[in-house]
């Protein structure tokens, strides 16, 4: 259903590559990333799919339909970049999107690469996802600005994120290095009324000048290099127009903030009414920091509290900075996450921002009285909603079979898991079966190493799950080291034809690429035989022939491959085709009287097939089974019907 | 407007709730407004729940979270989630129109926890919230056609309520370049439904 | 109704399968979805937590707490008679596949045919993995699952497989432990099944031991054996040898050398003679073409005299001599397993 919502969405997203401007649209942040862009003429995107940073790429990809410009979706983060640097060497202007653990993938080039430098405006995108809320991880990409010794940029709305993106590639082209751009999922996933310009002309000729080469040799000189080129930045961001200030001359509070923390703080300043005793500075240019505006607000007052999302990135940057400026700028009482006065982990939120500020200027913020008032009603707790795999999804039986295979099996083995939607393995939804989820292909690679671990007595037998995405994307090599080193590995590449997670974007498994162009697909299990390994296959809806054939591959040795192949459900319901209709016989359902205890419901855990509180007995909820037959195959009471749909 | 109207749709992933708050957003720009839409789903496709915070302005933007107990308007698609809200956003003058059909979690599929008994629940927002319409929405989708209905029978509802500033004719403008023409007819008629349902049950 | 005093699953994962005392019976598996046999193993598959104990209630290997079930009748070890002779089937076809005599073999092809049995719950060869439960409603398949399988096979949880396909007239063949299982479900307050109108015919086979099967092809592997193996046999005495065909061949090894890979939990049985059955059969000393038959009950009775009748069995008195020894190993076989579970 989500499915049908993006499709109309995209009919509206065309604005995207409208070619007119002075228009205000209601744009995405996502969006607003894109469309400045387009502003700034870029000719190259690439990118790898990630929550929050998606939609980027698959504007862009949409807007490639009517615009001459080249978008991919590329097999990792890091050769997204590289691609992307290509054609920024070649003289055109390049961006490279990704979420913010994708940043980690491109990390060894990108630090080489600031030492090389660029030539046609090169952007990198990252989106963070503060709290973690579809991540593995909340890590702040920002310190990889520092890392690499780059021009860093915040944005706090989409209109800014619009402007921002069109001049970073300014900025990039001007101190010819790349330019890191910094969102966050709340900004990211954030629609607001976006003032757009035309669209230039997209005249661009690549060509690499063989006599302007990009080295990283003599790497001192180089680095010496990156640091001028920063410091011509930080000089252009002292009259930057992203970084303003509002409030009183001498405010008793000054609060430095960027993105869309400044947002919150704003907004709880003016709910308290602080606006005569709080300043704001809100930073856009966050590395490096400009020193002389920074110096001028210092000075203006002696308490300082930092607003900023994920990590004390200002904050540390701004006090490191205050102790070589201590004598101008004078004395200070920092108050951020290293003081407790923000809480260290986890998004920011104006209720947050509310009892901070309140607590400091001793304010009780009024709404308590009706949060006592409904606390009165209701208990502490409501139930909370557990992640779950669709109606349908293939995982769900191939974690079923792996249940089933690993408990034949019975030498305690266990899942090495990986990035994608199978990482909900580690929840009741997969049976808890995954016992490790870390970064893409961080599985195989885990698994590898286990294989080796019988020199030190390990025995016990060891799955590792990989997505077909996340396989083509880190996987391979680690899938190469197991037999290089002739470790004991058996991977079940879960293919369901879908990078499902963060939307369905095509990746080399897909004869489709990210414009809508025919490709030939690399094909897996030839793939894996070149390897000179065992390659399976085996359905995911037929769990028990699956757990058979696991069980099978567990008891043998070396490097083994089981493709579990079951197009995802979302995929199916678009293409309109499930096996089965389901039906619960009400006579063969003993109900709460069966000695069960509820197996199919407590134990296998389908959105659609739920427990009749009244009749005490199991139902298929008609309105989210979609029919995929596997529950049929649970029942102690053989009770789940399954009849074949008839093809229309 | 004084600082900005707050309204928060909420529901489950695949209630169609992202999609009306876009509309809402369209129509919203089309008459003038400053619009900021917050959208939270992280895991919505697999059934997490999907919140959008809509906020409107006169002259300023606004941030994409709405402040504690600052809701004006509560839409929301399924209980549960109508209930969370309330606690976290709504105050004794928000306006809560709510589907009464649950969408249970898996949790409570699975026997972990209980879902809330829904008159209780019922209680609960009629004793604290300014206004609410508990509405059997879901019945009505899908004689409409279905259950993917359901968001376009409250914003119809949320249209015909102060105080909303948009008008269901706002709101069709926008649809009617938004959706294939074969989608119009049905997708006009369930806006009139909401009206028609709110109707039905202020008398 | 789940009583709520039960023990629940966690007493048998507890005091049966985590101290190996499993002898996989499968009377549990598929009759509560928690448990599953494959490969020669019962296993957990998910924890339960009810409170109810139908897994304990029907394991042959659990004792109600505290009490120790009277299993000796006074003056017969080998359990209740209603008549001792030796057999065999008519029919040498049945008998050239049969362990001995291929009494069982006819008697189930018999049933089959007269429509006695509506179905028959035997145990398979084995293929890619361990033998397991089969159940067999076609007359002329019964032969395929003649012979003996000397390791333990999960067999009932065919039975709980046949009764959730609604068969109302079934036989089991199975060892004296499953003979004993069928008796505890039966009599389970938690079963609700009503087995003993749906089972008509209990054929218990003679049982000293049996190995178990994940252990022996870990002691085959050692020995450099490779699977697949395709039958395993133990001559009758005196050769003490245990043979295995795999594709390499015929390989032999002295008993001795098996004898550890005996599950553990045979060796606190103290049934020899399946005496739960309604017709027990075993080997007949010094004549192998022939089995011992112990009929038991009323309706095993019937049974046997009307394949006799016509014409499928042959038959004759068993000698005193094999009666003796018979009785001698039966008590054997019971002290030896007191012993050992007095000694837990
Ligand atoms: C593990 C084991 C140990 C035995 N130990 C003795 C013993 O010590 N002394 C003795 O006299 N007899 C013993 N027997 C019984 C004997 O081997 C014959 O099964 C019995 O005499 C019947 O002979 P038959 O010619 O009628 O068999 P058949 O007509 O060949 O029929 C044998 C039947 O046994 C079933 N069967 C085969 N293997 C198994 C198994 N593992 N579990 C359950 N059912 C099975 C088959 O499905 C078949 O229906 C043992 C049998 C087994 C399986
Ligand atoms: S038999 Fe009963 S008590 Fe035992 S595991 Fe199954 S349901 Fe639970």
Redesign the interface.
């Known amino acids: 259903m989500r499915r049908a919502e993006k499709e109309k969405e995209e009919e509206g997203s065309e604005m995207i590559s409208d070619r007119e401007g002075g228009k205000e649209i209601l744009l995405q942040g996502n969006e607003a990333i894109a469309r400045g862009a387009l502003e700034a003429g870029v000719a190259f995107c690439a990118g790898y799919p990630g929550n929050p940073s998606s939609e980027i790429i698959e504007n862009l990809a949409k807007a490639s339909q009517r615009l001459p410009i080249y978008v991919e979706w590329s097999v990792n983060e890091k050769v997204a970049l590289e691609a992307a640097t290509a054609a920024s060497f070649a003289g055109c202007r390049a961006m490279a999107c990704m979420k913010q653990n994708g940043v980690n993938v491109t990390s060894d080039f990108l630090t080489n690469l600031s030492l090389s430098g660029t030539k046609g405006g090169l952007v990198l995108v990252s989106c963070d996802d503060p709290g973690g809320i579809s991540s593995t991880n909340e890590e702040d990409a920002r310190w990889f600005a520092r890392l690499a010794c780059i021009p860093l940029l915040e944005p706090a709305t989409p209109r800014e994120a619009l402007e921002m993106t069109r001049w970073a590639f300014v900025l990039s082209e001007a101190i010819e290095n790349i330019v890191l751009l910094r969102s966050v999922s709340r900004l990211s996933h954030t629609r607001s009324n976006v003032l757009i310009r035309g669209l230039p002309e997209f005249d661009v000729k690549a060509r690499f000048d063989p006599d302007i080469p990009f080295h990283t040799f003599p790497v001192v000189d180089k680095d010496r290099a990156r640091h001028e080129k920063l410091n011509r930045a930080a000089h252009d961001f002292e009259t930057s127009v992203f970084n303003s200030y509002d409030g009183p001359e001498n405010p008793e509070l000054l609060i430095i903030s960027s993105g869309c923390a400044w947002s919150y703080a704003r907004e709880s300043v003016e709910i308290l009414r602080l606006e005569e005793r709080v300043g704001l500075l809100k930073m856009g240019t966050t590395w490096p920091l400009p020193q002389e505006l920074l110096k001028r607000h210092l000075r203006q007052c002696d308490q300082i509290l930092f607003v900023e999302e994920i990590d004390a990135f200002l904050e540390d940057n701004v006090k490191a900075f205050c102790a070589d400026a201590g004598e101008e700028t004078g004395t200070k009482v920092f108050m951020g996450r290293s003081s407790g006065h923000i809480p260290l982990c986890g998004e920011l939120s104006p209720s947050i921002l509310l009892q901070v500020l309140g607590e400091h200027f001793d304010q009780a913020w009024e709404q308590d009285r009706f949060q006592a008032h409904v606390n009165s009603l209701m208990p502490e707790d409501l139930p909370p909603r557990a992640f779950g795999f669709c109606p349908g999804c293939p995982h769900r039986g191939s974690y079923y079979a792996i249940k089933t295979a690993l408990a034949w099996d019975n030498r305690d083995g266990f899942v090495s898991g990986d990035i994608g939607c199978y990482s909900l393995g580690l929840f009741p939804t997969g049976f808890n079966q995954v016992k490790s989820v870390h970064a893409m292909g961080s599985g195989l690679g885990l698994a590898s190493g286990y294989g080796k671990l019988d020199l030190f007595g390990f025995d016990q037998p060891v799955i590792t799950v990989c997505g077909d995405s996340t396989f083509f994307h880190a996987g391979l090599p680690g899938l190469i080291n197991a037999k290089f080193n002739r470790a004991d590995i058996l991977l079940l590449i879960l293919d369901n034809s879908a990078t499902a997670m963060t939307g369905f974007q095509p990746h080399p498994g897909i004869d489709t690429t990210a414009m809508g162009q025919p490709t030939d697909p690399v094909d897996l299990e030839s793939l894996c035989r070149s390897l000179g390994m065992p390659v399976e296959v085996a359905d995911p809806y037929d769990i028990n022939e699956s757990a058979r054939t696991i069980y099978g591959l567990l008891k043998q040795e070396g490097p083994r491959v089981l493709v579990m192949r079951r197009k995802c459900a979302l995929v199916q319901g678009r293409e309109g085709g499930f096996p089965y209709r389901m039906r619960v016989d009400p006579d063969a359902c003993a109900g709460e009287e069966c000695g069960c205890n509820r197996y199919c419901t407590r134990i296998f855990r389908c959105p659609g097939l739920i427990w009749n509180t009244l009749s005490k007995k199991a139902e298929i909820d008609s309105v989210i089974c979609v029919g995929c037959g596997i529950c049929a195959d649970i029942c102690p009471q053989g009770a789940i019907e399954r009849t074949v749909v008839e093809e229309e | 407007m004084a600082m900005a109207l707050n309204i928060i749709i909420t529901g489950v992933g695949g209630q169609g709730n992202v999609l009306a708050s876009q509309i809402i957003g369209r129509a919203a720009v089309n008459r003038g407004y400053n619009v900021t839409i917050g959208e939270t789903f992280g895991l919505s496709q697999r059934g997490g729940p999907v919140m959008s915070h809509i906020r409107l302005s006169e002259n300023k933007t606004c941030g994409p979270l709405i402040p504690p107990n600052m809701a004006h308007m509560v839409v929301g698609l399924e209980p549960l989630e109508t209930l969370r809200v309330l606690k976290e956003f709504g105050n004794s003058e928000t306006v809560f129109i709510a589907n009464a059909r649950p969408i249970y979690p898996l949790n409570v599929i699975a026997g972990d926890v209980e879902y809330p008994d829904l008159e209780w629940i019922r209680d609960v927002l009629d004793q604290s919230a300014g206004r609410l319409y508990w509405l059997d929405a879901t019945d009505t989708a899908v004689e409409l056609g279905g259950p993917i209905m359901l968001n376009m029978i409250l914003l119809g509802a949320l249209c015909s309520l102060s105080p909303f500033p948009l008008d269901t004719g706002d709101i069709e403008t926008v649809l009617t370049a938004f959706l294939p023409d074969s989608k119009l007819p049905a997708n006009i008629k369930a806006l009139a439904m909401g009206a028609e349902l709110i109707h039905r049950y202020e008398n | 109704?789940?009583s709520e005093t039960g023990t629940g699953q966690r007493a048998l994962i507890d005091e049966i399968i985590n101290q190996d005392l499993c002898v996989r019976c499968g009377a549990c598996v598929?009759?509560?979805?928690?448990f599953?046999y494959?490969?020669g193993?019962v296993?957990?598959?998910?924890r339960?937590?009810?409170s109810?104990d139908?897994c304990f209630q029907v394991c042959p290997v659990a004792r109600e707490q505290g009490t120790r079930e009277p299993r000796i009748r006074e003056g017969s070890e080998i359990g209740p008679i209603e008549r001792v002779f030796m057999a065999r089937a008519m029919n040498s076809d049945i008998r050239e596949v049969a362990q001995y005599g291929g009494v069982v073999t006819a008697l189930v092809t018999y049933a089959l045919e007269q429509g006695l049995m509506e179905s028959a719950v035997l145990t398979d060869r084995g293929d890619?993995?361990s033998p397991e439960g089969r159940e067999v409603q076609d007359k002329s398949a019964v032969r395929q699952f003649s012979g003996s399988r000397y390791t333990a096979s999960g067999g009932l949880a065919a039975l709980?497989r046949a009764v959730?396909?609604g068969r109302r007239k079934i036989g089991v063949v199975g060892l004296p432990c499953q003979m004993s299982a069928l008796a505890k479900m039966a009599e389970s307050t938690?079963d609700?099944r009503d087995l003993d109108d749906r089972i008509t015919m209990k054929l218990g086979l003679f049982c000293t031991w049996a190995l178990d099967f994940r252990k022996l092809v870990e002691f085959l592997k050692k020995q450099g054996v490779k699977g697949p193996y395709v039958k395993f046999d133990i001559p009758p005495p005196p050769a003490e040898i245990f043979q295995v065909e795999s594709e390499e061949g015929w390989t032999e090894f002295p008993l001795s050398e098996i004898r550890p890979s005996i599950q553990k939990g045979c060796l606190l049985c103290e049934d020899m003679t399946a005496e739960k059955s309604d017709i027990s059969v075993g080997v007949v000393e010094g004549q192998q073409q022939w089995n011992t038959v112990i009929v038991r009950t009323q309706r095993g009775a019937e049974l046997l005299d009307k394949a006799s009748q016509d014409g499928w069995l042959e038959t004759g008195p068993l000698p005193p001599e094999n009666l003796e020894h018979l009785k001698d190993a039966a008590r054997g076989k019971r002290e030896r397993g007191r012993r050992v579970r007095d000694d837990q």
Request: overall charge negative; glycine content about 4%; aromatic content about 14%.
């Open positions: 109704m789940m598929g009759f509560c979805p928690y599953s494959f490969d193993q296993v957990v598959l998910d339960c937590q009810a109810a139908r890619l993995f709980n959730k396909q938690e609700p």
